[in-house]
């Protein structure tokens, strides 16, 4: 059973970077065979697609943030990241992990997420 | 960029009762459309895809339709546990967006 796990600091001062991983168990990235992606969702709001990767090179970002995130992985922990820089109260809110179908990108399975405050 | 709206954004109902959320695409994104459900403190669990195709193990009282640029979820007889709040997906194109929700509360 795939199970993923977000973890990372859960206080971030404003102009600081964000980093968070998600952890992967039951399935392995270079399958091929789905998107890894971060999607947020502000305390009360909706949910925002961050970002994803499939392989190592071939990731897509909102454009909303692509200046400011960057989404790597570690295949040999199994783990993908997001970095997101100088940071703002705007991205505090709970980010989740998910894995995406392939060829199209639906969430069928999402890590419990995790909350991350801006705020000094 | 394919913006996604949702109505109502709250919804009150009383349990048996019939529903139906719209979810309405800027530009046609054919059949490439997904609901997800979310309660409080959980994270998003996918209901239907492709429009009216429904998840694995999703209970058969919930159903989709539409295309092009809109698309309607339906919970034939609200049950307890449906009080959540609802989010439609689009992923025709990046970047993927969502709605932004419906809250389906006890009436």
Redesign the interface.
């Known amino acids: 059973q795939v199970q993923l796990q977000e973890s990372g600091p859960g206080l971030v001062k404003p102009s600081q970077t964000l980093s968070l991983t998600c952890n992967v168990s039951g399935d392995s990235f270079t399958s091929g065979t789905y998107y890894w992606?971060w999607i947020r969702q502000p305390a009360g709001k909706?949910?925002?697609?961050v970002g994803r990767f499939y392989s190592t090179r071939n990731t897509?970002?909102?454009?909303?943030l692509e200046s400011r995130a960057t989404i790597s992985v570690d295949t040999a922990k199994n783990q993908f990241s997001l970095r997101l820089t100088s940071v703002t109260a705007a991205d505090t809110a709970v980010y989740?992990c998910?894995r995406g179908t392939y060829p199209?990108?639906?969430?069928?399975i999402?890590?419990?997420?995790t909350l991350v405050t801006v705020s000094a | 960029d394919i913006q996604m709206t949702q109505s109502p954004s709250t919804l009150s109902a009383s349990v048996g009762d019939r529903i139906t959320i719209t979810c309405r695409a800027s530009q046609t994104i054919s059949d490439w459309l997904a609901w997800y459900q979310q309660k409080p403190g959980k994270a998003p669990t996918l209901l239907i895809y492709k429009a009216s195709t429904l998840q694995s193990g999703v209970p058969s009282r919930f159903s989709g339709s539409g295309s092009e640029t809109e698309f309607t979820l339906t919970i034939k007889s609200l049950q307890p546990d449906d009080f959540a709040a609802y989010y439609c997906q689009q992923y025709k194109s990046y970047p993927l967006s969502f709605g932004g929700g419906t809250k389906v509360e006890i009436k």
């Open positions: 992606s909706g949910l925002e697609w897509k970002y909102n454009p909303a989740y998910a199209h990108d639906i969430f069928d999402w890590g419990q997420g």
